[in-house]
């Protein structure tokens, strides 16, 4: 089984910088794609940002230029680096994993407890 920790999350103000991290721990053969979405009160979850084994990125449009994602593959660990926060950034952010147990498994998707953000004026 593996297990999802965020941290880092917290209340900052409008123009400020948070960073969060994504430890993923248990049995892990390898991670293919890592990523960071969230969900506000009221509203869907969303994509924020997403980083696959390869270096390619995604973000959203809100986001971009603002945020960056980044992983250290040895540590098994996702980074969310959120700068220029809004209030509109404000939810509760989840880390996103899709993870293969073994050479010969099918991945499996993984999410964790998630992290609250929040950010006034």
């Known amino acids: 089984q593996v297990q999802l920790v965020e941290s880092g999350g917290g209340l900052v103000q409008a123009g400020g910088s948070l960073r969060l991290s994504c430890a993923a721990s248990?049995?892990?053969?390898?991670?293919?794609?890592m990523g960071w979405y969230r969900q506000a009160p009221g509203k869907q979850r969303e994509l924020v940002a997403t980083?696959?084994?390869?270096?390619?990125?995604t973000y959203a449009d809100s986001v971009r230029g603002r945020f960056t994602v980044s992983r250290d593959k040895d540590k098994n660990t996702a980074y969310l680096q959120m700068n220029s926060l809004k209030l509109e950034d404000t939810a509760v952010y989840y880390c996103?994993?899709?993870?293969?147990?073994?050479?010969?498994?099918?991945?499996?998707?993984?999410w964790g407890q998630g992290t609250q953000v929040t950010v006034s004026s």
């Open positions: 980083l696959t084994k390869d270096g390619s990125t």
């Open positions: 996103r994993a899709e993870v293969y147990s073994s050479f010969y498994s099918m991945p499996t998707i993984t």
């Open positions: 248990g049995r892990i053969f390898s991670i293919t794609d």
